[in-house]
């Protein structure tokens, strides 16, 4: 029995790659910001329209890096509808997370609910794109004027994204992108965070470094969070191929819909107006289903297709945040009842018709 796993790297063709790794032999520069980082970088400013692109390791820590370079002390109010990194960056920060419920038509954080939780003590907000569906991007930036709050995005599943044609890197002050193997987008491993801030960027490269701004000058206390020139090189020749790689994914989601749209008990989310989609997941949700989303899930696995139930559990009811103030996932019940239905089905851009045929066959079966 063939697997179906609930996603599959894209890749260049072996030859593109080896053809732009060639001259690392000759430089023997692996790391340390050099000609491959340099040259992804300008790339990604110019697809991503951010005047400024800092890379990192890894979107983790590129989100680490990003509040401690606003130097954000207090609270920040985020989401709990999201993958474990967007808590445990605020959290391992040294930052109080203070959990806002999602509006269900998107699965985003709530504006209308999020007033309420300011106090004197938040400093920022950390909202999360989810799905490569957007935030309420306008009502947020008005909060966070109002208010004067640092708006920073996790933008981990939004690469690519455009609403009214202006790309999702460049809503609030900043935003970070991971460029994990799974995402729409990769290079192998990879992050960044995207800001109109000069400032920002010199900061963030300095701590990404040790907080060396120079061969005798160390300012800050850094970490080491550099991209390779080798996972450079891959973000070099993915992001070359990704318009026709979210054309693909574009295909499989639209099979999806056709089959899946209209059932009883089972619900997709609506298309956001005026927002460009980057195809990044399929979730479903089953609400009223004659089958539970964990009987779904089984019946799934039984056949060899990997499904996922993402975003689930809440970040909010972790055990390793057991019995901290404010880690309910009670305080928020849209999320609580988002995350108890969710499945996200197989996307990539190389799945067969053919195999999402089969998905949906056993779903409704």
Known sequence: ????????????????????????WDSRWLTNM???????????????????????????LALE???????????????????????????RRGCTPVFCDIDPESCTLDPGKLEALITERTCAILPVHVY???????????LAEKYRLTLIYDAAHAFGVRKNGVSSACFGDA????????????????????????????????????????????????????????????G?????????????????????????????????????????PNYAYFPVFFDGYRYTRDRIHAMLGEKGIVARKYFYPLTNSFACYAGRPGFDPAATPVAAYMAGRVLTLPMYADLALEDVDRICDIILS
């Open 65 to 91: 890096a990003l509040i401690d370079a606003f130097g954000l002390k207090g609270e920040i109010i985020t989401t709990p509808f999201t993958f474990a990194s967007t808590t445990h960056a605020i959290v």
């Open 34 to 60: 050099g000609a491959k980082h340099q040259a992804f970088e300008a790339a990604l400013r110019d697809y991503l329209q951010s005047p400024q692109v800092a890379l990192f390791t890894n979107g983790h």
């Open 175 to 234: 935003a970070m992108f991971s460029f994990h193997a799974t995402k729409v987008f990769h290079s192998i491993e990879g992050g960044a965070v995207c800001t109109a801030s000069q400032e920002l960027y010199d900061r963030l490269y300095a701590l990404k470094n040790f907080g060396i701004e120079g061969p005798e000058d160390v300012p800050f206390v850094g970490g080491n969070a550099k991209l390779n020139e080798f996972c450079a090189a891959m």
């Open 132 to 142: 490569g569906r957007l935030c309420a991007v306008e009502e947020l930036a008005a």
């Open 236 to 276: 070099l020749c993915n992001l070359r191929h990704l318009p026709e790689e979210i054309g693909k994914r574009k295909r499989v989601f639209e099979r999806y819909l056709e089959r899946l749209s209209g059932v009883p008990g089972i619900r997709l989310l609506p298309p956001q107006k005026g927002v460009e």
């Open 1 to 24: 029995m063939s697997v179906i796993n609930v996603t599959r790297s894209s890749m260049p063709d072996f030859e593109e790659f080896c053809e732009e790794i060639r001259d690392l």
